[in-house]
């Protein structure tokens, strides 16, 4: 399928520090100021520009490649689960000590609320320029459900990370208070169910393929069902969840899900879009693409990062037979499943180890060259699909693997637990089955369902975007912890903290409990 242009055109580049980025956020306040002078009007008096600032908040998920998807994104959904260790200077998520001045928690912060504030702009802007005929009903009508679309996803992430989080819901300069107080998780995710309401309302369940990449009617749906779980409310979760029957489905190979040729497939809900035709990959290249995979390779490969390594806990969990198993994880002596990867043709293997084709043996296990303690010789397949990037040492650093944050097997998950929730047990296990069937299950799990469901979470999404937020939002996380690791989440841990520059800034902004 083709990449998306909605982040990819030429014109983002030229526009990205004129009309469409007049928005920039600042540091001291957790939304975007005007710059430049241009006005709204400006902006949204023509199509080609209203679609542009629009694109402005796609923009916002690439972040840079190191501080936004790697460190603010991949860290909480996996560390905090115990499932994955950081190697390196962050070890801190493994005993919930995250500090209030960790940088990429206040990337976070300040690209969603950018994100959000360029939605506000685009919601404020469109009505009058739909009016004025400067944009077609047609086009206004979709780019404002993207806006509301985006708006609740960025939400989203923020609550799910931090709890409550202020929200706000107009331009920057106008009745948009900077200094506004938290509100609460509730609030926030009845605001994301608010906005996906408008946003189905507009929105197409499919683009055509230069377009593909855009929130979708199937999103928004996805969103809407996430957050009403988080309120409690199964039965309206159900009725979200149902919504997208028909409309996808999983594949049929678990190991096509992330393959790198295989972007907004068929399971993929959405994305972010990445791009591996940037010219330059190596230090100093920061433009729609990531290094998420020189992250997660062998350090014996990469010679040098490999920071994230997944534990030998995860790989011994998956029951036997489960075929997601070496699509998730390998350890020594096993082979990279993706046969476009082939580790005896890494320059450094052939110089340094014989040019086998497994990572590490099972006498000699991979745990990395840099003298850095933890890693237990086990990695992550998913985050490793592009037979372009070489590794920490180059030259092809980044790739442009997209980034899946939300995937049909994930709702099936949550389906079959919003139908546990509500007594249905029949159509819980019906619809949780339909994960494991793929995964090579025909037998129905014993055990209380709900463990039965976080189990399923776990080894249909580990290493992914989005496990510890599963597991916070059945409430079941912290004895789940206790039990399966003997770790003791603090009181109030479970949350990441609010940055400590945004409260500095903001006097109205309370840290959240035990930090």
Excluded at 48 to 54: F, G, Q, V, Y
Excluded at 392 to 405: A, T
């Amino acid at each position: 399928m083709k990449t998306i242009k909605i982040i990819n055109l030429k014109i983002i580049i030229g526009l990205t520090f004129g009309i469409l980025a007049i928005y920039s956020c600042s540091d001291e306040y957790l939304q975007d100021e005007k710059r430049d002078g241009l006005s709204s009007e400006v902006v949204f008096s023509s199509e080609e520009t209203a679609s542009a600032a629009i694109i402005g908040v796609y923009d916002v998920l690439q972040g840079s490649p190191a501080e936004y998807i790697t460190k603010a994104i991949f860290y909480p959904a996996n560390f905090l689960t115990q499932d994955y260790l950081n190697i390196g200077a962050d070890t801190f998520f493994q005993t919930f000590e995250i500090p209030t001045v960790f940088t990429p928690f206040n990337a976070l912060w300040i690209q969603n609320y950018a994100g959000i504030g360029r939605a506000n702009t685009a919601l404020k802007s469109l009505s009058p320029a739909i009016d004025a005929g400067n944009v077609s009903e047609e086009l206004g009508t979709r780019l404002m459900g993207e806006s509301y679309g985006m708006r609740g996803m960025l939400y989203s992430m923020l609550a799910s990370n931090f709890g409550g989080v202020p929200l706000v819901l107009e331009p920057a300069g106008g009745s948009a208070d900077p200094f506004a107080p938290r509100n609460t998780q509730d609030e926030v995710f009845q605001q994301v169910v608010l906005d996906m309401q408008e946003a189905i309302a507009r929105l197409p369940w499919e683009y055509d393929e230069n377009n593909t990449g855009r929130f979708t009617k199937g999103a928004a749906y996805a969103y809407m069902g996430s957050a009403y779980m988080w309120l409690g409310d199964y039965e309206n979760a159900i009725t979200a969840f149902e919504a997208l029957d028909g409309h996808y489905t999983l594949e049929e190979n678990y190991l096509d899900i992330h393959a790198d040729n295989n972007k907004n497939g068929i399971e993929s809900i959405f994305e972010i879009q990445l791009t591996d035709e940037s010219g330059n990959l190596s230090w100093g290249h920061d433009d729609n693409v990531t290094f998420i995979q020189s992250f997660s390779m062998p350090n014996e490969i990469a010679n040098g990062g490999g920071y994230s390594a997944a534990t030998k806990a995860l790989y011994d969990s998956f029951e036997e037979g489960d075929k997601r198993k070496l699509y998730s994880v390998i350890g020594p002596g096993d082979e990279h499943p993706d046969p476009l990867i082939n580790i005896s043709d890494y320059p450094n293997v052939q110089a340094n180890y014989g040019g086998i084709n497994t990572v590490g043996t099972i006498e000699n296990p991979w745990l990395g060259t840099d003298g850095l303690a933890g890693r237990e010789g086990y990695y992550n397949v998913k985050m490793w699909r592009n037979p372009a990037v070489d590794g920490w040492s180059g030259p092809n650093i980044f790739g442009g693997q997209n980034i899946i944050l939300m995937r049909y097997a994930e709702v099936l998950l949550s389906l079959a637990e919003s139908y546990h929730n509500v007594g249905n047990e029949s159509m819980a296990m019906e619809t949780l089955m339909r994960v494991r069937n793929r995964a090579g299950f025909t037998t129905e799990p014993t055990g209380d369902f709900i463990d039965v469901v976080i189990s399923e979470y776990r080894h249909e999404l580990a290493g992914e975007f989005s496990l510890w937020y599963l597991l916070r939002r059945t409430g079941e996380h912290v004895r789940y912890l206790q039990e399966e690791f003997g770790v003791t989440v603090p009181n109030g841990r479970d949350l990441i903290p609010i940055p400590q520059e945004q409260i500095d800034a903001n006097p109205n902004l309370e840290q959240n409990p035990g930090y």
